[in-house]
C-alpha cells in the first residue's frame, strides 16, 4: 500500500510533469499556423475543420524534430526534469534518428495536453465541490462540457474533493511513467549511436592508455635520473664542486623535460586536444644523444653502437622506438649493479633493432635497487603492448648469469 503511493510523493514525479506541460506549451505558437488552411474552406462543417487543423498542427510539430539542436535540448530537459540518463546524441545523426525526435514531440504533446486537460479538470473539481461548504457561497457540484457532478452532504462532497485531487496526481504519475518509457526508446541512441559512442569511447581508452605509457615512460625516467643526480651531486659537492654543478644542470634539463611532457599529458586529459596538438611533444631517435648525455650527467657508464642512418626511421616508430629506449634504460639505472650499460639501435632496410643490456642485481655504485626504486609493475607490460602494436617481437630476460638484456625488433616498412 504504502509502496504504491511512493509515486504520488516524488518530486520527479511532478517535475516529470512539468516536462509534459512544458511540451503543450511549445506547440501553442504553431497552433496559429495551423488554423490557416482551414480560412481557405470557409464552408466545410466544423468537424472536417477539427480534423484538418489537428493534421496541420501535427506536421507542424514534428517538422520542428528535423533540427538537430531540437534533439539536443530535448535530451537536456529529458535528463533534469524526467530524471532519464540519456547520453549526448551523434554530432551527425541517422536518418533513424530524425525521424525518432518528430514521433517523440508529437507524443510528447499529446500527453502534455493530455495530461494537462486531465489533472487541470481533476484540481478544479477538487476544489469546486466543497466550496459551498467553506462558506463561499459556491454551489456543491460541478458542470463540465455537459457533464455534472453534485454532491448531497458535506463528507460526500469532501471524499470526492480528495479522490479528485488523488486523481490528478495519479494522472501526473501515468504521464511521467509513459514519458520515462518512451525517452530512452525515442531520444537514447540508436543502434547506429552506440557503435558511434563505443567507438568514441575505445578510442578516448586508447588514447588515455598512451597517455599514460608516456607519462609513466617520460616522467618514470625524469624521477630516476634526478634522483641519481641528485645523490651524486651530494657525494661531490665538497671535494669537486664543478661535478656538482653540473650534476644540478642536468637534474634541471631533465625536469624542463618532463615538465613538457606533464604539461601536454594533462592538457589531454582536460580535453584540450585541440589546442595542445600542435605543442605536443614529439621526442624521437633523433633526440637520442640527448637522453644518452643526460644518463651520463647521471654518473652512468653507457656503451653505445649505433648503426644505419637513423632519420630513416620516421613517425611512430621512431617515437616509439625512443620511449622503448628510454623505459629501457630507466630499468637499467633502476636495477642494474652501476657496471656499463650496452645500448644498441640497428637500422636496416626492414627493420629496427633495440637492445639494452645492464649488469643484473643490486649494487651500491648507482644507488638503485628495490630499496630505493619502488616499481609500479607498468613498465615491462607496458613495452610488450608497444611492441606489439608496431608488430614487433620483444625478449626481455636475464642474458646469462650476471646481465639483463631487453632486445626489441620492429618492421621498419608500414610501421611509420
Known sequence: MIRGLRPLLRGSTYSGMLFAYCGALASLPLLPFAVLPTLALPSAPYGVQ?????????????????????RRALIAFARQLLRVPLPAP?????????????????????????????????????????????????????????????????????????????????????????LRWLAPRLLGPSSAERLALMAEREQRLA????????????????????????????????????AARAALRSIEESARAALEDLDYVLGVLREETVETA??????????????????????AVLDVELSGELAQVQGTL???????????????????TGGPIGVRVAV????LELGVVNGAGTGAGMRTGA??????????????????????????????????RLAVRLPVRGSA
Not at 484538418?52 to 507542424?60: I, N, S
Not at 600542435?278 to 654518473?299: S, V, Y
Open 348 to 351: 636496416t632496410p626492414d627493420c
Open 50 to 70: 477539427a480534423v484538418l487543423v489537428l493534421l496541420v498542427w501535427a506536421v507542424l510539430i514534428g517538422s520542428v524534430g528535423f533540427a538537430r539542436t531540437v
Open 318 to 336: 621512431s617515437r616509439a622506438a625512443y620511449r622503448i629506449l628510454q623505459e629501457g634504460l630507466t630499468n637499467a639505472l633502476r636495477h642494474g
Open 207 to 242: 588514447e588515455r592508455n598512451r597517455l599514460a605509457h608516456e607519462l609513466h615512460d617520460s616522467i618514470g625516467h625524469t624521477l630516476t635520473a634526478t634522483t641519481i643526480q641528485a645523490a651524486v651531486a651530494g657525494e661531490v659537492l665538497s671535494a669537486d664542486p664543478g
Open 90 to 178: 551523434a554530432a551527425v545523426p541517422s536518418g533513424a534518428d530524425r525521424r525518432r525526435t518528430p514521433l517523440w514531440l508529437l507524443l510528447h504533446v499529446a500527453l502534455g495536453w493530455t495530461g494537462a486537460l486531465t489533472s487541470g479538470v481533476l484540481i478544479l473539481m477538487g476544489i469546486a465541490l466543497p466550496g459551498d461548504w467553506l462558506g463561499l457561497g459556491a454551489e456543491a457540484g460541478l458542470s463540465l462540457f455537459g457533464w455534472s457532478l453534485r454532491s448531497d452532504g458535506v463528507w460526500q462532497s469532501w471524499l470526492v474533493a480528495l479522490c479528485c485531487l488523488l486523481l490528478a496526481a495519479v494522472v501526473c504519475v501515468v504521464v511521467t511513467s509513459v
Open 371 to 404: 630499496g630505493v626504486f619502488r616499481t609500479s609493475g607498468h613498465g615491462l607490460p607496458g613495452l610488450a603492448e608497444r611492441v606489439r602494436l608496431l608488430h614487433g617481437e620483444i625478449e626481455v630476460g636475464p642474458d646469462g648469469p650476471r646481465q639483463w
Open 278 to 299: 600542435e605543442t605536443a611533444p614529439t621526442r624521437t631517435l633523433a633526440d637520442l644523444p640527448e637522453l644518452l648525455d643526460r644518463l651520463r650527467h647521471a654518473g
